[in-house]
């Protein structure tokens, strides 16, 4: 008999000890909701991180449900416009700006429906979405997101093509949404009927500037109202801070996370202000699309295959160890990482514990994804010192990913701290056992392999260092060794299911109780008089 990880077991269990310290959802009722999905970015249209994915499923998996669930996105230049069949649907749209001498900005407003049948609008504005070749780092970011802020409910207020019960906004950029509905749209007919709730994806990043190093005449304390679109002022504004404060439900993307946020470890400055307002802050993991993700179908890999005839992911295996030009062989222990070059992700920690894992093991490594110039060289050192034993690809790259998870047996992600993160989702989905540090969403997904029980789902440490990374590593060398077990690992990892599915149904739980909390007036001013003073 195998062991199933389900979502709902594992959360389940992570369920008990957080009740007293984190709101819990209860059943919504079963009404249809009409949600506004707002967000910088969204696959396929514009897809830079994970949370572009996050929106495109979350939405598709809500309109299965019977929901009525749209996306708000700008309309950037690189958008194809006849590729994805854009129309307008509002012309001439005025944003206003709180500047004198530019009142309002003029956009409009053009939609798309997919074949999954979600409709995405798009924000049009020559001069800030157009013209731009990158969706972020600029320095006028602010005013960029202040627009798509304030155009999504401009747009709700004035065209009525759709007026949505929620509003969903995700990370810094549309923060400040639910701090112009509970001010300058607090008496609007349209608009104040609305609910809103915040994902962050991630803390680190809370406006366009490093929150870290803000000076005191620069702490933002949510209080002020926002500043018009094109004051200086309106950069030290904390975008962030404020979508926590003024949104009607807050949530992270895994349990885990939502409750080490409150800890000045994880917190980001934040922790104390999250500590406030816990009883509307929540944690719901991400899932993966899994007819997307699929290695029975995946056109992108070498040979497809799936749990019943998982040996023919060797052939991915050779093709992988071809494809980086190292020795071809099945019995060298294959490890692969996919992903940013990121400080957060512990690249450096995966360098330097290979240095001592390549010398005296039989162990590969290969390596996909773009990032910072340091890390970068780290790799490159890396490589010149084990030439046969070490593969890099140090630019984002569409397809090898795929052919990593299918082709490794082992995917590293080692996080300093990991909101939720997605790869290890992906490669479990295709066979590959992950090697993750026990933070956030890694902790809630992945589970350690127990051979005496034959449970588990890949390799677990706590402690950001080498030793403990060098542990797992030879943990999963060894086991190796032995097919039978390696075989129970891996049909594990495939079992497990984090299909959007059931995160979906958190979020309509979470929707209806963000419904709840705003109808519930005496709750919402206290909650935030509380963290303001
Ligand atoms: C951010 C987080 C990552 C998460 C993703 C989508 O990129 O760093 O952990 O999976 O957002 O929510």
Known sequence: MYLLFTKNNMLGYLNKPEKKLIGSLKDGQDRKLKILLVGAEVSPYASVGGFAMVLAYLSRALVRMGHDARLFIPKFGFIDEEKYGLEMVCEGLEVPTNDETLPNLICNVKAAKDLAGVTTYF????????????????????????????????????????VPNIIHCNDWHTGIVGNYLKTVYKEDK????????????????????????VSELDF???????????????????????????????NTVSKTYSREILTPDFGEGLDKLLLEVKSKLFGIVNGLDYDEFNPQTDNLIEQNYSLRNVGLRKLNKTALQKEYDLPVSDNTLLLGFVGRLDMQKGVDLIVQTLYHVLTDYDVQFVQVGGGEGALVDMLNHLKSTFPNKVGIHPYPNFTLPRLLFSGSDCILYPSRFEPCGIVQIEAMRYGAAPIVRKVGGLADTVENFDSSKGTGNGFVFTDFNEFSLFGQLVRAVELYKNKKLWHKLMQNAMKSDFSWEYSAKEYVRLYERAISFKSKKGYKSRSIEAALF
Request: hydrophobic residues 35%; neutral net charge.
């Open 123 to 162: 924000l049009e504005n020559q001069e800030y979405y157009e013209k731009r070749a990158n969706v972020y780092g600029y320095s006028d970011d602010p005013t960029r997101w202040a627009l798509l802020s304030r155009g999504a409910l401009e747009f709700i207020k004035i065209c009525g093509d759709f």
């Open 220 to 250: 933002d304390d949510g209080k002020s109202s926002i500043e018009s679109f094109f004051s200086p002022r309106l950069n030290t504004q904390n975008f962030m801070k404020r979508g926590i404060l003024y949104s009607d439900a807050v």
């Open 190 to 213: 349209v608009l104040s009927k609305i609910s809103s709730v915040f994902t962050m994806h991630n803390l680190r990043f809370q406006g366009n500037f490093d929150h870290r190093y």
